[in-house]
């Protein structure tokens, strides 16, 4: 890692598989010893979806947060997301979002790291409760309009 390196962690959730869902991701700026990093929390949900749509918004959202020519390294517990984009693992399905994705990658230079989750990484950790506070607003919302 050096410090001009973005780091960018992300995680998704969905409660069903399909279901409710939402995604998180906490960025952190390169910094310097005067101009210490500020962290940046980006966050959704969406009413019907999956779990690996929400760990690929994750990522894609947080990307759009980062100025074009960043170097961005991505911490992510999604095999899915990390080895499809290290591995070359098939793209099936999400063809929306692997385009955007790759638009996105196109315009930065990306680091893709994978972290084991619930394994007490605090970054990941927190992630994972942003996303699944995103999942309960969801439900509240729709208990509110019924």
């Known amino acids: 890692m050096t410090n001009a390196e973005w780091l960018l962690y992300t995680d998704g959730a969905c409660s069903g ?10 960025l952190v700026p390169p910094s310097s010893p005067l101009f ?52 070359r693992w098939k793209r099936n399905v999400n063809q929306d979002l692997w385009a955007e994705l790759d638009g996105l990658r196109l315009a930065r230079r990306l680091h893709w790291q994978y972290v084991r989750g619930h394994a007490g990484h605090t970054y990941n950790e927190r992630c994972d409760r ?17």
Not at 17 to 26: D, E, L
Not at 59 to 78: H, Q, W
């Open 36 to 87: 210490p990093a500020e962290e940046q929390v980006v966050s959704g949900y969406e009413a019907r979806t999956t779990n690996n749509r929400m760990e690929l918004k994750a990522v894609i959202e947080g990307l759009k947060a980062t100025p074009e020519g960043a170097t961005v390294r991505i911490a992510s517990d999604s095999q899915y997301v990390v080895y499809t984009m290290t591995r």
């Open 130 to 146: 942003l996303a699944i506070a995103e999942i309960s607003k969801l439900k509240q919302q729709s208990r509110a309009t019924e």
């Open 17 to 26: 598989n399909p279901g409710p869902g939402g995604y998180a991701a906490i």
